[in-house]
Each structure stands twice: as C-alpha cells, then as structure tokens.
C-alpha cells in the first residue's frame, strides 16, 4: 500500500472577544455550546466528557461543571469576554449553568429562552365508540 497523505493541519486559536453560549438543558443530559457571533462553534461541551453517566449527567451538579469547564476554556483559550446566552429545554442543568454563567467574569448582554412551546397542541383522538 502507498502511504496516505495525512491532511491534519495545526489549528489556529482564533481571538473571539464576543460570542454566544446555548445552553440546550434536556431532562437527560445538559449541553453547552460557545461560538462566536456568526455561529460558527468555538466550544462544545456536554455532561458526559468530563465523567458523568447514567442519571448523574441530568443533576445541576453535572450542569455546572460542564458550564464553567466550556466557558473556562472559551476565555483562556479564545480570549471571549463578552456573551449573549441563549437557553432551551426545561432540564436540571438549566438554572445550575445560569448560575455558573453569572458567577464568571463574563459580561453578559441578553439571556434569551429559546424553549419550544406548542401553541395548539397535539389533534385529538377520535371518539371511542364500544
């Protein structure tokens, strides 16, 4: 076999002084995503990397730890100072990472709930005839 052409090229750590964070908080797990301002992802980080499983990743505890590690890594990593946060879903984590957002040093400009809510509903069932 010939050798393959490895196509890896360093990553460059780009400068983002502004960006967003979604927050998407399911009654399973608690995920947190920081990009910049067009969207385009800087961070990614959910309960199950940093070593929680099973019904432990749905606790508030899995939801701050996962919250300051991505937010640790945005400001050290990619210089972010100032945020919009965006939250969905109606999970444990989703106080727990608002107060962890909160007690960093970022500044925050809006917090905008993005939860889905039906606004008619399901159609019915039809009428049980026995």
Request: overall charge positive.
């Amino acid at each position: 076999m010939a050798p393959t052409k490895s196509t890896n090229k360093p990553k460059t750590m780009r400068i983002v002084a502004s960006g967003r964070i979604y927050v998407t908080a399911t009654f399973n797990n608690t995920l947190v995503t920081v990009t910049d301002e067009k969207g385009n992802t800087i961070v990614l980080s959910s309960c199950g990397m940093h070593g929680f499983t099973g019904t432990r990743k749905s606790t508030p505890y899995a939801g701050t730890v996962t919250t300051e590690a991505a937010i640790s890594k945005a400001t050290e990593q990619h210089g972010l100072r100032k945020v919009d946060i965006f939250i969905k879903g109606i999970g444990p984590g989703r106080e727990a990472s608002l107060r962890a957002i909160r007690a960093s040093n970022l500044d925050v400009g809006k917090i905008v709930d993005m939860t889905p809510i039906p606004h008619n509903g399901v159609r019915p069932p039809k009428v049980r005839r026995v």
